[in-house]
């Protein structure tokens, strides 16, 4: 018995949905910053409070346990706001970095596995003349605010490129493509969001088996990446890179570049 295809979203926006002036591409994680943005600002009024009583009644421990706690908000807000900063514009200068890297001819097939709001599959897309960008996702809510389909497709039409892009919900391990399917495949801060190493691991197989010989792939993620690249090279896969750390969400980030074989690697 064939398997159902994964549903296929248009990129017409629907009628009654409000149009945006500019594209949203989305809060990573969300919550973690919520976490570190409010829980640094109750750090420091909690901290400021037991320094003030430790001032007025003359106690040591609350003049340190005070300032400790200011310390501690003070971190904790800063890395907020710092996760923020890139998530809302240090992410766009990656793409930027990361789709300058790849050879473009302007007609390949290109796909973005956890695509989100669209930041990689659209700057792909305004790359391509004659070619198409396929995005895929589950639209986990826990890893970028207000995921959705219809959030990729109303960035698409605002970038004005509707027309080169397909979006569909899949897994990125069962990527619903033949063997050899496209030229370029992208990734950022997706795969690092599959629990175990074997899962991880068959994410990144998937997306070897899903890239013609001789495509390019770039994956940008905070964690892993030298795991990814030990599976590339176990596949035999020998042009392999990982560029220097960027802390563009504190914890370093790593861009994987790779170019596939021409053979059956």
Request: net charge positive; hydrophobic share 40%; with cysteine.
């Amino acid at each position: 018995m064939t398997a159902a295809p994964a549903p296929v979203h248009t990129t017409s926006p629907p009628p009654e949905a409000p149009q945006r002036r500019k594209p949203d591409y989305g809060l990573d994680a969300p919550g973690m910053q919520k976490a570190f943005l409010y829980g640094g600002l109750a750090g420091v009024v909690i901290g400021r409070m037991g320094y003030d009583y430790g001032v007025m009644q003359t106690v040591s421990w609350a003049l340190a346990a005070g300032s400790i706690a200011m310390t501690a908000g003070a971190s904790f807000f800063v890395v907020g706001c710092i996760s923020y900063l890139g998530s809302k514009f240090g992410k766009l200068l990656l793409r930027d970095r990361m789709l300058n890297s790849i050879a473009w001819r302007g007609d390949e097939q290109v796909l973005d596995v956890g695509c989100g709001h669209g930041l990689l599959l659209i700057g792909a897309a305004k790359r391509l003349k004659q070619g198409r960008a396929v995005g895929v996702d589950i639209w986990s809510q826990r890893d970028q605010s207000e995921n959705s389909a219809e959030a990729t497709k109303q960035n698409a039409c605002i970038e004005g490129v509707a027309e080169r892009i397909d979006i569909q919900d899949a897994d990125a391990r069962r990527l619903p493509f033949p063997d050899n399917s496209f030229d370029v495949i992208l990734s950022s801060f997706a795969i690092h969001n599959i629990s175990g190493s074997a899962e991880r691991e068959t994410a990144i197989r998937e997306m070897a088996r899903v890239l013609k010989p001789g495509g390019q792939l770039a994956v940008a993620d905070i964690r892993h990446t030298r795991a990814y690249e030990k599976v590339l090279n176990s596949m035999g896969w020998e042009q392999t890179q990982r560029s220097a750390p960027n802390f563009l969400f504190v914890t370093p980030t790593r861009v994987l570049h790779a170019l596939k074989p021409n053979g059956n690697g």
